[in-house]
């Protein structure tokens, strides 16, 4: 004890979470002071009370950096002292009343209400055999329990407030895990998609720079605006709101199609659909449509939206090459897609046939 007991003489003496509050509950030792104001004060009591007190003071910030055996010394001392001090002054009955606060420092929550209960046994016995006055044992049992159940239910309630900022603070990290995560999505959507297109207008416009300068000044144009209407959606998805819809990616979709020379077929039934789903949908419909200009080097693609079930269904297919579909499954494109579909309970398959064909199916009902 005697390592951990010097280092705790140097401050601070009490935790942070303390506060100054055990340095008030010192200003108790004035019951000492009561005998006084009728009775002299010789020089051996005030040697006697400075050892006391020298004593007490270690001991009583000692023990709030302990735990264990220790802790049990600690209350013992201080009910001696107590009791030692009773037939000379019945103010001593502080010292048990510290002794009951201590309790509070077990951390077993059951043994800190028997050891409690073990303070007001001991000063009862010791009352009784020592046949002590009742201007000590009265006040010591009767501030004991209250100020030992005070502060074994404040210990609790500090301890309970303590993990559960502990658990905020996980979940306030996860939240901004998943932020990120959700950013990074986003970004990697908007920006595949919009470079796919600038990529391949500017193709376009270099094939027509001497064949058709009107056509090429257009596909410059539309690179300038595509290059605009993308900075917005990325400074949009990085304060967490993007108001696309699906109508627009629909749009966006037969207008970059058709810059590919790639047909597209559409069967979209009328639909009223969640935002979180809709928000889904139309960034599949993204992811889809810039795979397909990349690698799939098809003629042909179809979209069906529909719903059934409770579920609301969408379809994209395409009759290209389907050589780039492992690349397609462990890239960062299909594995978001399938997260947020997932995130919303629904479901999201690939099949292989002429092509390849996308399947979601989303609940309809928005989620709390």
């Known amino acids: ?145 209250p100020s030992g159940l005070g502060a074994i239910i404040g210990e609790r309630l500090a301890s309970s407030n303590a993990s559960l900022l502990k658990k905020q603070e996980e979940v306030e990290y996860l939240a901004a895990l998943a932020e990120r995560e959700r950013i990074a999505r986003d970004l990697h959507d908007l920006l595949g998609h919009t470079l796919s297109v600038i990529t391949l207008k500017a193709e376009l416009a270099g094939k027509l720079m001497d064949r058709n300068p009107v056509a090429c000044k257009k596909e410059i144009y539309d690179i300038e605006h595509t290059a605009r209407q993308a900075l917005a959606e990325v400074r949009a998805a990085v304060v967490g709101y993007r108001a696309t819809g699906l109508a627009h990616e629909l749009q966006s979709a037969k207008s970059v199609l058709d810059a590919a020379q790639v047909e597209l077929r559409t069967e979209i039934d009328q639909l009223t659909l969640p935002p979180a789903v809709e928000n889904v949908m139309a960034l599949a419909v993204r992811e889809a449509i810039t795979n397909i200009i990349r690698h799939a080097k098809a003629s042909q ?54 092509g390849l064909r996308i399947e979601l199916s989303l609940p309809m009902k928005e989620l709390i």
Not at 305 to 334: M, V, W
Not at 341 to 348: C, E, N, R, Y
């Open 1 to 145: 004890m005697s390592n951990a007991f010097i280092k705790k003489l140097s401050p601070p003496w009490v935790p942070a979470r303390y506060g100054n509050a055990p340095y008030f509950w010192l200003l108790s030792f004035a019951m000492f002071a009561w005998k006084y104001l009728y009775m002299p004060l010789t020089g051996s009591e005030i040697l006697l009370l400075a050892v006391s007190f020298l004593f007490f003071l270690p001991i009583y910030f000692y023990s709030f950096w302990i735990s264990g055996w220790r802790i049990y010394l600690c209350i013992l001392i201080n009910c001696a002292l107590g009791i030692a001090w009773a037939r000379y002054n019945f103010g001593s009955s502080v010292f048990c009343i510290f002794a009951a606060t201590m309790c509070s420092r077990i951390h077993n929550s059951r043994k800190a209400y028997e050891g409690l209960a073990a303070v007001a046994l001991i000063v009862a016995a010791a009352s009784f055999l020592m046949r002590l006055e009742t201007y000590f044992w009265i006040p010591a049992l009767i501030f004991s329990i």
């Open 301 to 354: 693609c179809e979209i069906k939206l529909s719903q059934g079930n409770g579920l609301a269904r969408l379809e994209i297919s395409d009759n290209g090459n389907t050589s780039h579909i492992d690349k397609l499954s462990k890239g960062n494109g299909l594995n978001g897609m399938t997260e947020r579909v997932q995130a919303l309970g629904g479901k999201l398959d690939l099949f292989v046939t002429q």
